[in-house]
């Protein structure tokens, strides 16, 4: 049973293009993130998000957008694609905002072409 | 601004030698740190972490060392095993966080660690 699990793992999609990638946790964790690896393979946090308050990374361009319906939920919504998003997307949750062992997800591989 | 450096990108050991993976921080309000480890098309795991408030943490083959002057920690992990070939990931925070930024773990770059039999 997948303690936190994202999909899609794959997504290729056209410049100028909406997507969306959904992540949800069972771990009963208050706290999730997403963070993005870039082609330079450092993983850099874009968003938190802890009882209901976002806190956003402020290099995060506005294009894109975490939108939590619950707890157990943080789906990543990035409008007007650029090739520069092409990436691989970690959603993770923990227990308590930045501190202690976070718990990700297996990635999602977004191509943009 | 990389806070966190990992500054060898790949490391070659041979079965059941001791694998040692290095990194540095820079920023000194950093007070826990964390190893994670990456197989190919896997999210990272946890491996071990360290309190500053420690020098050192110990969990079966694998033992993490911190130099807070130094700003300096490493992962020793010994005896090596095929099974530990994969990227290994440094993370620190402030554990006393209370707010003003997107926080969580700040990542070093990883170390893809090689086991040869």
């Known amino acids: 049973d997948t303690a936190v699990s994202q999909t899609p793992k794959y997504l290729v999609t056209q410049m100028g293009n909406d997507k969306s990638i959904k992540c949800e946790q069972n771990?009963?964790?208050?706290?999730m993130y997403w963070y993005k690896q870039d082609s330079k393979k450092f993983l850099k946090i874009m968003f938190s998000y802890n009882n209901k308050e976002l806190i956003i990374n402020e290099t995060v361009p506005n294009r894109f957008s975490p939108k939590s319906p619950d707890k157990a939920h943080l789906n990543l919504h990035i409008n007007s694609l650029e090739l520069g998003d092409s990436a691989v997307y970690f959603c993770?949750?923990?227990?308590?905002?930045?501190?202690?062992?976070?718990?990700f997800g297996e990635g999602s591989r977004l191509t943009v072409l | 601004d990389q806070q966190v450096k990992q500054n060898s990108p790949s490391l070659s050991v041979q079965e059941g030698r001791i694998s040692i993976l290095n990194c540095d921080y820079t920023n000194s309000m950093f007070d826990y740190f964390l190893w994670y480890k990456k197989y190919p098309a896997e999210g990272p795991t946890f491996l071990i972490s360290i309190s500053s408030i420690k020098d050192k943490n110990e969990d079966g083959r694998f033992t993490v060392f911190l130099n807070k002057s130094a700003k300096h920690l490493s992962l020793h992990i010994v005896p090596s095993q095929p099974g530990d070939s994969a990227v290994y990931f440094c993370a620190a925070s402030v554990s006393s966080y209370s707010g003003g930024g997107a926080d969580g773990l700040t990542f070093g770059k990883g170390t893809h660690l090689i086991i040869q039999p």
């Open positions: 993770a949750s923990s227990r308590k905002l930045a501190f202690g062992e976070l718990f």
């Open positions: 771990l009963g964790h208050d706290t």
